[in-house]
């Protein structure tokens, strides 16, 4: 049986595929996992279902169950609020899961590219990562439901914050230090990959998907994340704008912190930012549209420095440099 066979009988067997004819489409993106958007009489859906090995130049193994991970996060973000993640509609055999499709609803990173910056979008952002932060923090329930350690050091630690240690004696320590503080925090529920590329443009506001790689982590990694994206961009384009969509961002979050000193949590987002940036020119997972050597020397030189001496995230983020 082929998997789009597989996937039409999983879904008929769920009661969301109608008894007519059934269309699959692959939709674009998905190192990590087969994604369709399927049509049927009921209505357009999107199938998701995790590959056991990303398609990668330099290959990732992960265990499937992330596919569950990211349902639990899905449903718990909802539950926080429900225009910030797309419904689950429902599980699927293979850790594959269904959600409602959202139409007219372009990719974040893809408006950005296009130059549509909106800062007020981007605050949007920082205000949503926030709230489900808050409403996680110190939760023994969510502590519980995302026991997902090891995935979130062999996905983000190993790749983003160890690769580049083992490749660069002189900040070494430093990487060192910030991955075991960061695997040793147990904060709040962490989404672990806050892209452009996983956020949606609603008429509500972002639509975050893509929790693979959910922990019950520190939150200051999902805020120097997806400020990470916002500063390379910035450098990319040279579009002043993105700095202030990454400042405005940040603000945002800054706003929404209430279950810890805020300006720990910028201190520690700025040292994981920069070692962030640093891993999107020498990491295992470069920027892809970073393929200028100017570009990315001007990232290197900042992200070292920011090692050396670290500032926090608003620092950094009003400090930063396109060229
Ligand atoms: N519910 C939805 N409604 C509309 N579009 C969706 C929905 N879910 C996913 N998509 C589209 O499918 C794309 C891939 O989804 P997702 O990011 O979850 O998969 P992925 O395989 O992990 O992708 P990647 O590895 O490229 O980040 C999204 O960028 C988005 O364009
Ligand atoms: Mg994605």
């Known amino acids: 049986m082929t998997a789009d066979a597989d996937i039409i009988e999983a879904l008929r067997s769920a009661g969301l595929a109608g008894e007519g004819e059934v269309f699959l489409q692959p939709l674009t993106g998905g190192v990590s996992c087969d994604v369709w958007r399927v049509d049927s009489p009921a209505g357009p859906i999107v199938v998701k279902r995790p590959l056991p090995q990303l398609r990668v130049a330099a290959e990732w193994l992960a265990p499937v169950e992330r596919g569950t991970s990211e349902v639990r996060w899905l449903r718990r973000a909802r539950s926080v609020d429900p225009h910030i993640a797309p419904e689950v509609l429902a599980e699927l055999p293979g850790h594959a899961f269904a959600t409602r499709f959202l139409p007219g609803c372009p990719v974040w990173k893809d408006e950005l590219m296009a130059g549509r910056v909106d800062a007020g979008f981007a605050a949007q952002v920082g205000k949503g990562i926030a709230a489900v932060h808050a409403a996680t923090a110190h939760n023994d329930t969510d502590r519980a439901d995302f026991p997902n350690d090891e995935m979130f050091r062999a996905l983000r630690v190993d790749p983003f914050l160890l690769y580049v240690a083992q490749h660069d004696a002189e900040l070494a320590p430093a990487l060192t230090a910030l991955a075991e503080d960061l695997s040793g925090r147990t904060i709040a529920l962490v989404h672990g990959d806050v892209s452009p590329k996983n956020i949606l443009v609603s008429a509500d506001g972002p639509v975050f998907l893509d929790a693979e790689c959910a922990v019950y982590g520190d939150p200051a990694f999902d805020l120097a994340f997806c400020t990470t994206h916002l500063l390379l961009k910035a450098v990319w384009s040279g579009e002043a704008r993105l700095n202030?969509?990454?400042?405005?961002?940040?603000?945002?979050?800054?706003?929404?912190?209430?279950?810890?000193?805020?300006?720990?949590?910028?201190?520690?987002?700025?040292?994981?930012?920069?070692?962030?940036?640093?891993?999107?020119?020498?990491?295992?997972?470069?920027?892809?549209?970073?393929?200028?050597?100017?570009?990315?020397?001007?990232?290197?030189?900042?992200?070292?420095?920011?090692?050396?001496?670290?500032?926090?995230?608003?620092?950094?983020?009003?400090?930063?440099k396109r060229i």
């Open 244 to 320: 202030d969509a990454a400042a405005a961002l940040v603000a945002a979050y800054h706003a929404g912190i209430d279950w810890e000193e805020a300006d720990d949590l910028l201190v520690r987002a700025g040292k994981l930012a920069a070692a962030l940036l640093l891993a999107r020119v020498e990491g295992k997972s470069p920027a892809p549209y970073l393929t200028d050597p100017e570009h990315q020397r001007i990232v290197r030189d900042q992200a070292r420095a920011l090692i050396r001496a670290s500032q926090p995230i608003d620092a950094l983020v009003a400090n930063w």
